[in-house]
Nanobody
Framework: QVRFVESGGGSVQPGGSLRLSCTAS????????MGWYRQAPGKQRDLVAT???????TYADSAKGRFTVSRDNAKNSVYLQMSGLKSEDTAVYYC?????????WGQGTQVTVSS
């Protein structure tokens, strides 16, 4: 059974920073992509950032210049360093892990940006 442990969410003021972590277990350390999506209330789940097995990142326009995605293949983990947070970044953040043609999702962690 694939399990995820997500951490690092919370409440922060505008301009603040958070670092999200996500570790997968029960799944082999193959070369699938990992990354993050987010879903705000009443909205669809949107891509935030992905990172290939070789460490090549891609970002949504909303994340460019403010967020940094990285991974540790040995730990089967993916991270999202967020800075310059804005109120519109408020959402539940979900990590994912691709394995072959399958995509597995974390349970989500809440990020709230408010003064």
């Amino acid at each position: 059974q694939v399990r995820f442990v997500e951490s690092g969410g919370g409440s922060v003021q505008p301009g603040g920073s958070l670092r999200l972590s996500c570790t997968a277990s029960g799944i082999g350390r193959n070369f699938g992509a990992m990354g993050w999506y987010r879903q705000a209330p009443g909205k669809q789940r949107d891509l935030v950032a992905t990172v290939s097995s070789g460490g090549i990142p891609t970002y949504a326009d909303s994340a460019k210049g403010r967020f940094t995605v990285s991974r540790d293949n040995a730990k089967n983990s993916v991270y999202l360093q967020m800075s310059g947070l804005k109120s519109e970044d408020t959402a539940v953040y979900y990590c994912f892990r691709d394995f072959g043609v399958n995509r597995f999702w974390g349970q989500g962690t809440q990020v709230t940006v408010s003064s």
